[in-house]
Nanobody, 124 residues
Framework: QVQLVESGGGLVQAGGSLRLSCAAS????????MGWFRQAPGKEREFVAV????????YYADSVKGRFTISRDNAKNTMSLQMNSLKTEDTAVYYC?????????????????WGQGTQVTVSS
């Protein structure tokens, strides 16, 4: 199982940008599909983006498509989420997660390993 640690969260004004990073331990990072999820207060955890194990396949939630970009570097065991044109509704705790299941997995329960989360707050 891979261990994950997120970083890069913070406070930003609407329209601004942030870049989140996820560092993974272990030698098997390149065998996992990696995803980003977020959870706002009082809401369920929701899918944001997923990237395939090789980095070639990427999918996004409609709410972030065109504004967020997911990427990974298997040589460095890292994954990133570049978030541009941030909106107040993007405010949430963001989690990175890993799965060996289908690249089409979207449910949190489909992902086995999770980071501790990083807070993103977008002010108006």
């Amino acid at each position: 199982q891979v261990q994950l640690v997120e970083s890069g969260g913070g406070l930003v004004q609407a329209g601004g940008s942030l870049r989140l990073s996820c560092a993974a331990s272990g030698r098997t990072f390149s065998t996992y599909h990696m995803g980003w999820f977020r959870q706002a207060p009082g809401k369920e955890r929701e899918f944001v983006a997923v990237i395939g194990s090789s980095g070639l396949t990427k999918y996004y939630a409609d709410s972030v498509k065109g504004r967020f970009t997911i990427s990974r570097d298997n040589a460095k065991n890292t994954m990133s989420l570049q978030m541009n044109s941030l909106k107040t509704e993007d405010t949430a705790v963001y989690y990175c997660a890993a799965t060996k299941g289908s690249i089409y997995n979207r449910r949190p329960s489909d992902f086995r390993s999770w980071g501790q989360g990083t807070q993103v707050t977008v002010s108006s």
